[in-house]
């Protein structure tokens, strides 16, 4: 059903779903059940066995997970998917499918300050070593590789910097050595399809646009099905070496073998560390997703117009400083944002308004309509002071590092009115000076 189809009908109608099979009932039902009777001892030793596949038990399966999960692979262009309980443990679960205690991976230096802490701090402690490259130059991350490096890690459209990643040159430089590109596309769903660019896994907070009403957490680990997980086993130890855990199973050899799709990340991600760790989607949390994905192309271009709208209003704003936006960025940073970024341009937008810290705080404190709080992809417009929120578990150097600069403000522009938008942007910056709607062209 989604070969071929466009975002907008697969958001829709995507995942393998007519209507349900048990019921005819044409909405995803809302699977509110823990286990599933097995038909007899042989169908259930089967189904451990991986022999045939099915449910078992929610933590690992739901058929309404199942649902999102076919219809987020779909959007991406991918073959398979797994939900988890958050965007986090998207990123846990993305590294920790690749790397075991003695591993590296060389990330983004470009990223969510969670994910910061998570690479830097909590994998540190299970022997897991995250080594930054600065992505302005793709060639960072060939300089350091070495034996024990596992994946590549990035976001396509980092905040607050907004400079969109190169990703096909950082997934050329990776395939070259057999090492895959994992892509956190929270920020760019729809607009960009980094498998389409050579990234091998797409990791997605739900809670952000996809979800998109603010209402629930989730996450989602996209397997783009063109990855080689065979073709270096030293390269690739947990997906080449009989895996004691599961009767000896090499994840990349015998996947491929049962279900005829090469789709060992997927799929080793479900049955290892979702039944290891945890960490499952709740199924009313897919069911909430599901409503907020069959909008999410609608949405996507209502927060992409409505941004650039606001961008050229800031602009020209004699109380801003500096707006970041990735058209903005000159050279071949900027250029990356016509190379990848096909369905707009996305709706954050950083600012400095004039003044510094105070001017940014009461800029926020003034304004009426957005909201003050730490999310992004929310379909109302929302504002925050990175340097006090968001990053503030981060010392300054990795502030510094990460971009986050005392003044900064970050917009996730909503799908209101793109004048009522502009509006509260404008009164809210007249708190801190006397700037005039007459500023927008
Ligand atoms: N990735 C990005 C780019 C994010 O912005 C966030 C959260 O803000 C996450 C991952 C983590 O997602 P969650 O809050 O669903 O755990």
Known sequence: MSKNKHPETIALHGGDYRSDPATTAVAVPLYRTTSYQFNDTDHAANLFALKEFGNIYTRIMNPTNDVLEKRVAALEGGLAAVTVGSGQAASTFAIMNVCQSGDNFVSSTDLYGGTVNLFTHTLKKL??????ADPSDPSNFEKLIDEKTRCFYAETLPNPYL?????????????????????DNTAAPVICKPLE???????????????????VIGGCLVDGGNFDWTKDPKRQP???????S????????VVPQLTGANVSYAVRA???????????????????IIQGLETVPLRMKQHCSNAEKAVAFLQKHKNVDRVIYPTLHKGEIGERSKKYMKGGNGALIGIEVKGGVEAGKK???SLKMFYHVANIGDAR?????PATTTHSQLTEEELLAAGVTPGYVRLSIGIEHSDDIIADLDQALGASGKPSLKAVS
Request: glycine content about 12%; charged content about 20%; overall charge neutral.
């Open 238 to 244: 947990l997906f080449n070496e009989p895996d004691a």
């Open 363 to 365: 800029f926020i404190e």
């Open 381 to 385: 417009s929302l504002a925050i002071h």
């Open 270 to 288: 479900r049955v290892v560390l979702l039944r290891d760790l945890g960490a499952p989607l709740a199924p009313d949390n897919a069911w909430g």
């Open 127 to 132: 022997g897991i070593e995250c080594r930054y």
């Open 246 to 253: 599961y009767g000896g199973a090499q994840w990349g050899v």
């Open 197 to 215: 660019h050579g990234a091998a896994v797409v990791v997605h907070s739900l809670t952000k646009f996809i979800g998109g009403h603010g209402t």
């Open 163 to 183: 400079r969109v990643f190169p990703i096909k040159e950082v997934s050329d430089i990776g395939r070259k050595h057999n090492i895959p590109l994992i892509m």
